[in-house]
């Protein structure tokens, strides 16, 4: 993705959370020098990876495959500071706008619709290797309720309806009818090592530099911030 795509979809998002009364932390808008200036005290952000993420899977097309999240609140695997067992997303699905299908080796999930138009998931079951398994029925949590579906059945949530995910349930999803504020909560997020996708992508795309960033990244933190050292 190129740099000046990631600014302009940073700055649609802090306008699309405003709309919705979403209020982000301080730090979701820090310059430059106020990430140098917090760099001691800011452990917890850069450690486990707090702040604005945004993915196009590899595919060159963001509108119609990619995802823009904020990570809230995370737990960090073997790090010194701030060992939380829980985690914390708000992310924005574009209308027609598909995150492609993937399961998690040890996250389990809720993901609510927030608000806006309706949240569509296909899902499936996996074999004990975590390979997709079409035959095998799902079984998952709708708003508490215990449901079993067909693989590969569509579920739709409407704005305040959430769905629990378990480790090994794969997942797809896009927006209908207007876009969606969507919330997640779960156990710790390890995107380096818990993610399963069906097909081959990039979890965290290549960025062509054409313009300064408006917003770091959680993956600028290391080049910008850090230097190759977050802890």
């Known amino acids: ?109 809720d993901i609510i619709n927030r608000a806006g138009g309706r949240l569509c998931f296909q899902l499936f079951a996996s074999t004990p290797e975590l390979e997709l398994d079409k035959k095998k029925p799902v079984e998952f949590s709708q708003d508490g309720i215990l449901c079993g579906v067909p693989g590969g059945s569509s579920v739709v949530l409407e704005p305040g309806e959430s769905l629990t995910l378990t480790p090994g349930i794969f997942h797809s999803f896009h927006a209908e009818k207007g876009d969606v504020l969507v919330g997640e909560v779960s156990s710790v997020n390890d995107d380096d090592h818990d993610n399963v996708f069906h097909e081959a992508q990039l979890r965290f795309p290549e960025i062509e530099e054409d313009e300064a960033p408006y917003r770091l990244l959680v993956k600028d933190y290391k080049t910008f911030v850090t230097g190759g050292n977050s802890q």
């Open 1 to 109: 993705m190129k740099r000046s795509e990631i600014n302009l979809e940073i700055q649609k998002a802090e306008d699309f959370f405003r709309e919705q009364h979403f209020f982000l932390p301080p730090f979701a808008s820090w310059s430059l020098s106020q990430w140098q200036e917090n760099r001691t005290y800011g452990q917890e952000i850069l450690s486990c990876f707090l702040g604005w993420d945004i993915t196009d899977f590899g595919r060159g097309n963001f509108p119609r495959e990619g995802l823009l999240l904020f990570t809230l609140r995370n737990g960090h695997y073997g790090g010194r500071f701030y060992c939380k067992p829980y985690a914390e997303k708000i992310m924005i699905v574009r209308e027609s706008q598909l995150t492609l299908l993937h399961s998690h080796r040890n996250k389990t999930e």
